[in-house]
């Protein structure tokens, strides 16, 4: 196994439904796994029509203080912050260095779990980062429980 470039693993769903209790060796095997895993569930087997990969590099979410005004933010300035975090998408994404695969890309005013969870209805694989920390336990355990296709974990 030490030659494996990724290592892929089969998931009942009621295990994750577990992970969420405490000593849960998921949460723990995910963390220190130095490859790539791809979770496939067992309840994937039915037929659907799905294409391309959702690589989730990228969300956002209003600044806290925005949720505190008495009133609704002015659209300008929602869609100046919007094009803010898009140009940084384009900027993490680098496309000159593969400007051959297309690439839809799209930041979207969602928590990272959400955001990965609505694009994985229409996806054959959800590909995240797993990041030092607790966020990223919560989104994977989301995904995990909720996706609609194959979860690939990749280290950062």
């Known amino acids: 196994m030490s030659e494996a470039k990724m290592v892929v693993c089969a998931l009942r769903r009621e295990d994750v439904a577990d992970s969420r209790t405490a000593g849960s060796p998921l949460p723990a095997n995910v963390e220190a796994a130095a490859r790539p895993l791809v979770f ?27 949720a505190e005004l008495p009133f609704a933010i002015p659209e300008e300035e929602r869609a100046a912050w919007e094009d803010q975090e898009v140009q940084q998408l384009a900027d993490a994404l680098q496309r000159e260095r593969h400007p051959e695969v297309p690439v839809l890309q799209d930041a979207v005013l969602f928590m990272p779990a959400q955001a990965l969870l609505h694009c994985s209805a229409g996806a054959a694989l959800v590909v995240m980062g797993r990041k030092p920390g607790a966020e990223w336990r919560y989104v994977i355990g989301s995904l995990l429980r909720e996706a609609t296709c194959p979860v690939a974990v990749v280290p950062s």
């Open 40 to 66: 496939v569930s067992d309840d994937l087997s039915a037929p659907r029509r799905s294409e391309g990969v959702t690589l989730g590099v990228h969300a956002w979410s209003l600044p806290a203080w925005a």
